[in-house]
C-alpha cells in the first residue's frame, strides 16, 4: 500500500533486542483485526477461538458462527450443550505493571513475557519459511537476533520478576520460583519450535539452496544448543524437574509439571462466567402464557355451551350427552394447547433471542467492581442437509447429513482500568466433543489389496478408514467478516487432523 512502511522482520527482531522498543514492536506487530483459528485439541475435540480486539471508548459488537457438516451415517443425535466447553480470558500481551510485589501481577509480567517468547518463535519461523525459495539477506543474522529476542526477555524477565525482594511474603517468594521455572519450561519449548523451523527449512527447500542454507543452519544449530545447554544446567541448579529421554516416568512427571504451571498462570487472565439457559428462565413465562390462552378457549367454549338450549323435550336426553361430550374435548383440548403451547415457545425461543446468554466480569481481585467486559448470546441449531453427489452433481443423487450450527451475538464492553494495564485482546475458546459419533464409525483400519512388485502376487495392507467433515468458522465485527474454512479429519479411535482451506478477510459491507 503507498504511503506506508512496512519494517522488514530483521528489524522487528532487532527493535525487540532494544529494551526500550520492546513494547512499541509488540505493538507495531500486532493487529487489532481479529485473529480466527480452528484446530484439533486432542483425541477427541475440535477446537476454535477468535480474538477481538479490546474497544477503548465503545462497544464493539461481534458474531461468531461456526457450521459443521455431519453425514447421516456418521451422526449420533447428541444434546450440543454438553458437548461444548469454552472460556474467555484477556490477553498477555503486555505488562504495563512497575510494582510486582504481589502474586497476580507477578502472574501478569511472566505471561507477558511468555507472549513475547511466542511472537519470537513465530517470528523465527516466518523468517526460516521465506528462505525456502528465495535469497534472504543477512539470512543468519536474521535468524540469529530472534533467537536473541527470546534469551534476551528471560534473562530480563528473571531479573525484573524473579529476584527476591526483602518485603517479600514467603507466598511472593513462592510466586517467584514459579515464574522461574514456568520462563524455563516455555523457553525450552520455544527452543524446540525453533529447532523444528531449521529441520522444515532444510528439508522443504529446493535442492539449489540446500548448499548455501548448510552453514547458516549449521551455525544456529550451536546456538541453539548453547542456549539449551545453558537453561539445562540452570534448571539442575535450581533442581527443577529434569525431562530425562531414558525415563518415561520423568518425562511424565515434566510433562504434568509443565500443564500444571501453565494452568497456574493462565488462571489469572480469566473471566468470571455467569451463564444461564433462557428455556429455564422463559419456563414459567411460557407456562402462564399457555395455560392463560387454553383456559380462555375453554371458558369461551363453556359460556356458548350454556347458552345452548334444547328445542323439544325429546332431545333433552341426546343434548346433554352431546354437551358432556363436547366439554370433556374442550377440556381435554385445554390440556394439550397449554403443553403444546410451553413447549413450543420454549424449544423455538433461540430462533427470537437465543437458547443461552453469558456475561464475563473481570476477577473481583483485579477489579473489586467485577464490571462486565463481555456480554453474549448463544444458540445451538440442527438441520438436516443434502448436497449433491460428487461422484455425479448431474446425475440427481445426493448426500445427506445433518448441518450443526453455532451462533454466538455478543458485545465487548470498554474498561479504562484493563486497557491501562495493557489488555488488547479478548479471547474465546471453544471445544466440541465428538465422542458421541465414534460409536457410529466404521473401523479405523481396512484391509486393502495391493499388487507386490513383480506383479506375481497379491498382498493385503492396512489402511486408515476416514471420515471428512466440512467446518467453517466465519465472524463479523464492524462490517468486515474474517473466516477459516477446513475438513475435520476423524476415524474410529478419534479425531485425526484439519485440512485447511483459504483464511480470506471480505471487504467492509455496504451500510
Known sequence: MKGRHRPSRTGMAQALVNDNSISVAAEAAESLEPEVRIGVHDASRMEWSVSLPMPTDVDLAYSIEVALDIPSNAFARHSPWNQLQSFTRLDA?????????????????A??????LGRASDGFARHAMLARESWVPELEKGLSLWLDVAIRTVRDVREKLVKDEESDPPEVSRERALVDEYLSVRLLEMLAGVERALETLVREAIPARREEL????????????????????????RKYIYADAASVEA??????????????FQEV?????????????????????????ASTWAFAWQIALLNHKPTAGSKIGSGLVMLAVIGGLVYVAKDRIKELGRTWIAGNVHRFYAQRVARFRAPKRRLPKRDIIVSARESFDQVTSSRPDPLNPESGAELHGTLLRYMHK??????AALSASGVRRVKHVFRYDFSPLFAR????????????????????VDAPRCYRLPVKLAVKSQGHTWSESGTLVLHKRGLDRIEYGPRVPSPPSEP
Open 214 to 237: 548448510a552453514p547458516v543452519v549449521t551455525a544456529l544449530e550451536e546456538k541453539i544448543a548453547a542456549a539449551l545447554s545453558a537453561e539445562i544446567a540452570h534448571r539442575l541448579a
Open 441 to 460: 464409525l466404521d473401523d479405523a483400519v481396512k484391509k486393502v489389496p495391493v499388487l507386490e512388485e513383480g506383479g506375481r502376487r497379491v498382498r493385503f
Open 251 to 264: 518425562l511424565e512427571r515434566y510433562l504434568d509439571r509443565a500443564s500444571q504451571l501453565k494452568k497456574h
Open 410 to 415: 455478543g458485545t465487548v464492553h470498554p474498561c
Open 269 to 293: 487472565l480469566f473471566l468470571e462466567p455467569e451463564v444461564y439457559e433462557l428455556a429455564d428462565k422463559v419456563h414459567h413465562w411460557a407456562a402462564g402464557f399457555a395455560a392463560l390462552f
Open 93 to 109: 500481551s503486555e505488562d504495563r505493571s512497575n510494582h510486582h510485589q504481589t502474586i497476580d501481577a507477578l502472574r501478569r509480567g
Open 111 to 116: 505471561l507477558a513475557a511468555v507472549d513475547r
